[in-house]
């Protein structure tokens, strides 16, 4: 082979990896997609990991300086089906945190979702903490590491970002 031709397979190697990055897809986080897009695959997504309805909830993410507050919650507060299934999910969802298991919200946002590696990575050092609520489920996540605070904050802000008008900051 030459020269030549070795470069010419590498330059297509490049391109077609380039873009299959620029791809819509659950790796990238959305950077290529549109909000709308993205909230919409999050939300298509969403509906296979969490058995809640989507549109009858809403998640809140409130950033503290320890970490942060996650509270999933029925939009009707009588709506026990919605409230149980919300339980159920968080309750799973701490207990593979626990583990450093966030395959879920990497199945819904991307492996490359911000903040996610320094939680996977740095698992042992949050304390995570799952309570009932009246209308739902809250997690609390506190840890003394600035790195992990900063981490959790990126979570909770690319949450919010993908999630639309199921989430806000609060």
Known sequence: MTREHRRAGLLLAALALAAAGC???????GQHQTPAGRQAEVAARGRTVMPFDLDRTTHRFGKTATGGVQTVTADDPSDVRQITLIRQHLTEEVAAFREGDFGDPASI?????????DLREGHTRIDIRYTDMPDGARITYTTGEPTLVKALHAWFDAQVSDHGRHAEHG
């Open 23 to 29: 791809a819509p897809s659950g790796q990238d986080h």
């Open 109 to 117: 946002h991307g492996d490359h979702m911000p903040g996610l590696h």
